[in-house]
């Protein structure tokens, strides 16, 4: 279900954030599935992720100036303490270097910022920042540790509550109540696309100055207390800016 639903939010024809991008999909897997994986933890060995980049890397070097590959997608994340994770992070790097913005649930180690799912009750209007909410997930961690969402080194963006591509056909359409930091790679991913089409100079870095200075910050109460939460990613406001820019 996985790989359905993170492309459709990338570019999806209905449900997409950039419905008019191309999309260059390479399936791998994470390691290698043996029979004693299945029965426990699975070994993560990020080598595999690391080819794929690179082989995006490789593909880009073949494109024409205005149809070249400027973000890459990837609904993971590793540490240090993993297998390929020295492979992993020089690739990524490799990427950077290459101006391409790179977003994965490892975000922050690269760019200095870190970005969180957003929840809505299913019947408000996903269009209205005062709607959302903190993602199902993560929501008891917002209320009891709030200084670790620092509102100058994250952006919050649509996570719960999604429509997405179904794997059960290919008119099918499904509907997740709960997300995961997975709905969220794919969205950024888009946005980012959606600026590099009114705006082929854009850079990750100039991006993600727009995203942090046009955020949007919502009062959200809980038992008698008030909580800031922000900031919500405005994508008009972000398209609007960086179409300005040179």
């Not at 800031?228 to 994508?235: A, R, S």
Request: charged content about 25%; glycine content about 8%; hydrophobic content about 35%.
């Amino acid at each position: 279900m996985h790989g359905p639903a993170v492309a459709s939010i990338a570019v999806g024809k209905n449900v997409g954030v950039a419905p008019e991008a191309d999309l260059y999909y390479i399936a791998e897997t994470h390691g290698k599935f043996t029979l004693s994986s299945m029965l426990g933890e699975f070994p993560f060995d990020f080598k595999y992720l690391a080819k794929s980049i690179d082989r995006i890397i490789e593909i880009n070097k073949t494109l024409p100036k205005e149809r070249k590959i400027r973000v890459i997608s990837m609904s993971i994340g590793w540490s240090e303490n993993q297998k390929g994770y020295k492979e992993i992070d020089e690739a990524v790097k490799r990427a950077k270097n290459e101006g391409i913005l790179v977003v994965s649930t490892s975000f922050d180690k690269y760019y200095g910022l870190d970005f969180w799912g957003l929840g809505r009750e299913n019947t408000k209007n996903p269009d209205d920042f005062k709607s959302y909410e903190p993602g199902i997930f993560w929501k008891s961690m917002f209320f009891k540790d709030n200084k670790k969402f620092d509102i100058e080194k994250n952006f919050m963006v649509p996570m719960d509550s999604r429509c997405t591509a179904s794997p059960t056909g290919k008119s099918d359409y499904v509907f997740y109540k709960q997300g995961g930091l997975s709905w969220t790679v794919p969205y950024v991913a888009g946005l980012y696309t959606l600026c590099c089409q009114v705006n082929p100079n854009i850079t990750p870095e100039k991006f993600l100055k727009a995203v942090m200075d046009t955020g949007d910050i919502v009062q959200i109460g809980k038992q008698g207390k008030e909580y800031k939460l922000g900031k919500i990613i405005n994508p008009e406001k972000i398209v609007e800016k960086v179409s300005l820019q040179k």
